[in-house]
Nanobody, 121 residues
Framework: QVQLVESGGGLVQPGGSLRLSCAAS????????MRWYRQVPGKERELVAS???????DYADSVKGRFTISRDNAKNTASLQMNSLKREDTAVYYC???????????????WGQGTQVTVSS
C-alpha cells in the first residue's frame, strides 16, 4: 500500500508565496515522474508541474516563472514553491506519483488527498 500526503496549503494574499510538500510512503521500490495538479469546482483537473526522476521539470504556461517544482528521491518527497500567487491560482492541489511497488511489475499512478490553496485579500 502507498500513501501520498500533501501539506502546506492555506490562505495567502495575492503576490504572496506558499510551499506545498508531498510525502510518499509504503512499499515503494522507486518513483518515476512526480506531478502537481490542481482543480477548481466545475473544472477538470489541470496539470501544473511535473518533474522526472532525473530532475527535469516542466510547467504549465500559467505558472512558468512563478512556481518551482523539486523532489528528493532519497526521501520520496516532492515540493512546489509557489511565488507571486494570483487569485486564479486558488484551487485544491493534488500530488501525483508514478510509483513502482514491491508487489508489482510496473508503475501505477497514486494520488494524495489534496490541499486547499486560497489566494485572496
Amino acid at each position: 500500500q502507498v500513501q501520498l500526503v500533501e501539506s502546506g496549503g492555506g490562505l495567502v494574499q495575492p503576490g504572496g508565496s506558499l510551499r506545498l510538500s508531498c510525502a510518499a510512503s509504503g512499499s515503494i521500490v522507486s518513483i518515476g515522474a512526480m506531478r502537481w495538479y490542481r482543480q477548481v469546482p466545475g473544472k477538470e483537473r489541470e496539470l501544473v508541474a511535473s518533474i522526472s526522476r532525473g530532475f527535469t521539470p516542466d510547467y504549465a504556461d500559467s505558472v512558468k516563472g512563478r512556481f518551482t517544482i523539486s523532489r528528493d528521491n532519497a526521501k520520496n518527497t516532492a515540493s512546489l514553491q509557489m511565488n507571486s500567487l494570483k487569485r486564479e491560482d486558488t484551487a485544491v492541489y493534488y500530488c501525483n506519483g508514478a510509483i513502482l511497488i514491491v508487489t508489482s511489475a510496473r508503475t501505477h499512478d497514486y494520488w494524495g488527498q489534496g490541499t486547499q490553496v486560497t489566494v485572496s485579500s
